[in-house]
């Protein structure tokens, strides 16, 4: 019996391959090239599934050309490189990566707002270059974290993952708007309290962005938001590029209209915005929120194991258009 064919469309790692190997004749991307959408296409042929990255759209443009493919699996928990309506109306599974990195995520997203707070990498160049030639009292003096008020844009998992940590590790006061409110058992359990936009964005201290991105989120943050913000203010971003303005970012950070910001998503990364790369006040990680082995390793299972269980088994784990399965 002849397997189904498969695409992976990045490097992953060698024993998923084998795992996916097992079940199916896949072709792979050793030199993880990053393709154009026409190169995309030319290797979908014949494929009936798919294992993607957040760096390949799967839009109406693909499925038209790809009239075949069944299922595209991505190995992440966002998906808005996925046209999930236009997969929906073809007929195509969509699948992403939820749960398995909600806590490495949380954890990456109190690193990057303390080493924000606390300037850890501005101090850390001024070392490098040889300027600490002596210890001054107010040398890199940062906001305050424990005690302060932690305010929370999105409050899916990785959102209340990061409440948790703030409200019972650092003893914060946790305020938090989302598109729904969580039930009074959540909100206990985060010991977040549900606040509109303009309270969230004039009251916290440190304000974590973990909403996914939409054209209803697009620059949800931007010269008028940040405008509201305390001047004191931090301003961290786990979630998407493009739900930040990083233009109107650079400015307010550059004129000291917020006290800084911690970005690892970006506009069009892996560009980042030119003025972000100038201002000293800001921290900047290469989309490495999830970047654990363990965890990468779990969400690239997931990802195999939703094509694995779909197309052997007609048995996805973590569907985004069930609907396809009924049809
Ligand atoms: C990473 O950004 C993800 O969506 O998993």
Redesign the pocket.
């Known amino acids: 019996m002849t397997k189904p064919h498969i695409l992976v469309a990045r490097a992953i790692f060698p024993e998923t391959l084998a795992r996916l190997a097992q079940q199916f004749e896949v072709e792979a991307n050793p030199d993880d090239a990053i393709w154009t959408k026409a190169q995309l296409i030319e290797r979908l042929q014949g494929k009936v599934g798919a294992f993607t990255t ?1 760096s390949e759209r799967v839009d109406t443009e693909v499925l038209a050309a790809c009239p075949q493919l069944r299922i595209v699996a ?6 808005n490189n996925f046209d999930v309506d236009a997969m929906t109306a073809a007929g195509v599974l969509a699948t ?2 939820p749960d398995v ?1 909600t806590e490495t ?1 949380a954890d990456f997203g109190f690193a990057l707002l303390m080493a924000t707070a606390r300037r850890v990498t501005e101090s850390e160049h001024f070392l490098r270059a040889g300027k600490w030639t002596k210890w001054s009292y107010d040398m890199f003096a940062g906001a305050e974290v424990h005690g302060s008020t932690l305010g929370i844009l999105g409050m899916g998992r990785i959102g209340q993952g990061i409440a948790r940590r703030g409200a019972h590790g650092f003893g914060m006061k946790v305020i938090y708007h989302n598109r729904s409110r969580l039930s009074p058992e959540r909100e206990a359990e985060c010991e977040a309290r549900y606040v509109d936009k303009e309270e969230l964005l004039r009251t916290a201290d440190h304000l974590v962005l973990v909403v996914p991105y939409s054209a209803a989120s697009h620059h949800a943050i931007g010269a008028a938001e940040l405008a509201l913000m305390k001047r004191t203010a931090c301003l961290v971003n ?1 979630a ?1 590029g493009g739900i930040v303005d990083d233009a109107a970012l650079a400015v307010a950070l550059r004129e000291k209209r917020i006290a800084a910001a911690g970005l690892d ?1 970006f506009e069009g990364e892996p560009k980042v915005h030119p003025d972000l790369l100038t201002v000293p006040n800001v921290v900047l990680t290469p ?1 490495i ?2 970047a654990t082995i363990p965890t990468r390793m779990a ?1 690239a299972n997931l990802a195999a194991d939703n094509l694995i269980g779909f197309l052997t088994q007609g048995k996805p784990l973590t569907p985004l258009n069930p609907e396809v399965l009924t049809r």
Do not use: D, Q
Not at 74 to 79: L, S
């Open positions: 957040g991505n190995m992440a928990v966002g998906y992403n990566a990195l995520t786990i998407r998503v989309h929120a999830s969400m």
